[in-house]
């Protein structure tokens, strides 16, 4: 019933930037909430970023400042800029949607990820 697609991803050099999108597809009442997570070489997934539908962000400490998190309510999209990548920025990229699915029925859905390598 709903997709998520993410785009972007590739090999960029330290210092570089980066723009990651996910779009929502299918048929679902609305979309609470959209966030960025990843899965690093040998570690745990974690979060990157989050944002909902009203504008609302949350960010890793780690990462506030050179990642930038947003949202098109009308294209059911989320975006994440990432400016200033070090390797250990390196990673699978999931993006995670809390969804509407009906009303009062609320559901939890992942992108099958997209890899980001930093690397000279």
């Known amino acids: 019933q709903v997709q998520l697609v993410e785009s972007g991803g590739g090999l960029v050099q330290p210092g570089g930037s980066l723009r990651l999108s996910c779009a929502a597809g299918?048929?679902?009442?609305?979309?609470?909430?959209m966030g960025w997570y990843r899965q690093g070489p040998g570690k745990e997934r974690e979060l990157v970023a989050r944002i909902t539908s009203g504008g609302s962000t949350n960010y890793a400490d780690s990462r506030k400042g050179r990642f930038t998190i947003s949202r098109d309510n009308a294209k059911k999209a989320a975006y994440l800029q990432m400016n200033s990548l070090k390797p250990e920025d390196t990673a699978v990229y999931y993006c995670?949607?809390?969804?509407?699915?009906?009303?009062?029925?609320?559901?939890?859905?992942w992108g099958k990820g997209t890899l980001v390598t930093v690397s000279s």
């Open positions: 299918g048929r679902f009442f609305g979309i609470n909430a």
């Open positions: 995670n949607a809390e969804v509407v699915l009906t009303a009062g029925y609320i559901r939890e859905f």
